[in-house]
């Protein structure tokens, strides 16, 4: 149950940067924020679930890392397509790339507290503080709604990138 309970929560603080930003900063609803989380805590436990069967039956195959991020980000594409509405048909707009990225940390950053791997957990607690701190300078400084909304669109959308890519390639290249 402790395992559990640790990859749901580590799930939920690497969403609940985006949320906020999101919900909070652009759209001052808190009620959509607490929301989110609540559904991402029970779409987390399916993830567990899950991760446990592949990690059983995949985990030392080279390509696993590929295997675990395409299913998790392709598994959020679908949830933002179907049950919140930002397909590519409904909401152009919406960043696909972004989306992908930000339902595959949601479980790539538990997964990499759950194997053995002091570097990969360093790199993401640097990499969390830092964004978190840039998020924040950016919230403070920047005084024009339009520049602030484009800052919070963009940083969340380069930020999960950014964040999926260092995993991924840091992951495949056998860390130390």
């Given at each position: 149950?402790k395992?559990l309970?640790?990859?749901?929560?580590?799930?939920l603080?690497?969403?609940?940067?985006?949320?906020?930003?999101f919900?909070?900063?652009?759209?001052?609803?808190?009620?959509?924020f607490?929301?989110?989380?609540?559904?991402?805590?029970?779409?987390?436990?399916?993830?567990?679930?899950?991760?446990?069967?592949?990690?059983?039956?995949?985990?030392?195959?080279?390509?696993?890392?590929?295997?675990?991020?395409?299913?998790f980000?392709l598994?959020?594409?679908?949830?933002?397509?179907?049950?919140?509405?930002?397909?590519?048909?409904?909401?152009p707009?919406?960043?696909?790339?972004?989306?992908?990225?930000?339902?595959?940390?949601?479980?790539?950053?538990?997964?990499?507290?759950?194997?053995?791997n002091?570097?990969?957990?360093?790199?993401?607690?640097?990499?969390?503080?830092?964004?978190v701190?840039?998020?924040?300078?950016?919230?403070t400084?920047?005084?024009s709604l339009?520049?602030?909304?484009?800052?919070?669109?963009?940083?969340?959308?380069?930020?999960?990138?950014?964040?999926?890519?260092?995993?991924?390639?840091?992951?495949?290249?056998?860390?130390?």
């Amino acid at each position: 149950m402790k395992p559990l309970l640790y990859f749901v929560l580590l799930g939920l603080v690497t969403a609940a940067i985006g949320e906020w930003q999101f919900s909070v900063f652009l759209r001052n609803d808190l009620q959509n924020f607490t929301g989110s989380l609540f559904f991402n805590a029970f779409y987390l436990t399916g993830v567990y679930i899950l991760t446990r069967v592949l990690l059983t039956t995949l985990r030392n195959r080279p390509r696993f890392i590929l295997v675990y991020t395409g299913l998790f980000g392709l598994t959020g594409l679908m949830v933002e397509w179907f049950l919140i509405g930002n397909s590519p048909w409904g909401n152009p707009q919406a960043s696909q790339p972004g989306m992908f990225a930000y339902w595959a940390c949601m479980a790539l950053v538990p997964l990499m507290f759950l194997l053995p791997n002091v570097s990969a957990q360093r790199f993401i607690i640097r990499y969390g503080l830092v964004y978190v701190l840039l998020v924040l300078l950016g919230q403070t400084m920047i005084t024009s709604l339009e520049w602030r909304f484009a800052f919070h669109i963009w940083s969340v959308i380069l930020g999960y990138l950014g964040l999926m890519l260092g995993i991924v390639y840091k992951r495949s290249t056998r860390w130390s």
